[in-house]
T-cell receptor, first 116, second 115 residues
Framework: EAGVTQFPSHSVIEKGQTVTLRCDPI?????LYWYRRVMGKEIKFLLH????????ESGMPNNRFLAERTGGTYSTLKVQPAELEDSGVYFC??????????????FGPGTRLTVL | AQSVTQPDIHITVSEGASLELRCNYS??????LFWYVQSPGQGLQLLLK??????LVQGIKGFEAEFKRSQSSFNLRKPSVHWSDAAEYFC?????????????FGSGTQLTVLP
């Protein structure tokens, strides 16, 4: 069974540009999460999808970040326009059962974003 | 609000030595606790988790962790470290709520293993 995949693995962009990160969860997983680790600090939650609906977006830093999950499969996270402080590693995770809040979150390898 | 503290940013041990990585949490109720490991170029891999029951939890790769409610701790241990254990280790606490499922992570402990 394929794990969580993320694309691209690395992205280097100029300040003010737009970047779109993609996450493909494990097949059949209804829950999809985005997290971010900035400057070697702790990994922080951004948002949580259940299928195509945003269940919790309390961690989104500002309106420059837009997450979508059309059709309840893969998800994209767009940063527009990117700022220097957006640099970091963006992780995606998925888990199986929306009715069981103890299910395990499986993480992808992350996308390293560098904003110059 | 929940929080996790990993007091050790970097630990160095010799191969074959024992290992203990510290984790303290702050949470208003019974926590749901995890240890994840990230090797270079890899995603976060779950080592073990605690939800309820036996406070000593066995995980993969020979790791174990003990939940101590009185100390608000969930320390990770391994009796004999292998060179392949060199990685970054993260402790996390999960919210026990169907509406708030996110994990709160500590800042990580980087483990170096000397030959």
């Amino acid at each position: 069974e394929a794990g969580v995949t993320q694309f691209p693995s690395h992205s280097v962009i100029e300040k003010g540009q737009t970047v779109t990160l993609r996450c493909d969860p494990i097949s059949g997983h209804d829950n999809l999460y985005w997290y971010r680790r900035v400057m070697g600090k702790e990994i922080k939650f951004l948002l949580h999808f259940v299928k195509e609906s945003k269940q919790d977006e309390s961690g989104m830093p500002n309106n420059r970040f837009l997450a979508e999950r059309t059709g309840g499969t893969y998800s994209t996270l767009k940063v527009q326009p990117a700022e220097l402080e957006d640099s970091g590693v963006y992780f995606c995770a998925s888990s199986q059962s929306p009715g069981t809040y103890t299910d395990t979150q499986y993480f992808g390898p992350g996308t390293r974003l560098t904003v110059l | 609000a929940q929080s996790v503290t990993q007091p050790d940013i970097h630990i160095t041990v010799s191969e074959g030595a024992s290992l203990e990585l510290r984790c303290n949490y702050s949470y208003g109720a019974t926590p749901y606790l995890f240890w994840y490991v990230q090797s270079p170029g890899q995603g976060l891999q779950l080592l073990l988790k605690y939800f309820s029951g036996d406070t000593l939890v066995q995980g993969i790769k020979g790791f174990e962790a003990e939940f101590k409610r009185s100390q608000s701790s969930f320390n990770l241990r391994k009796p004999s470290v292998h060179w392949s254990d060199a990685a970054e280790y993260f402790c996390a606490v999960g919210a026990l709520s169907s509406s708030a499922r996110q994990l709160t992570f500590g800042s990580g402990t980087q483990l170096t293993v000397l030959p």
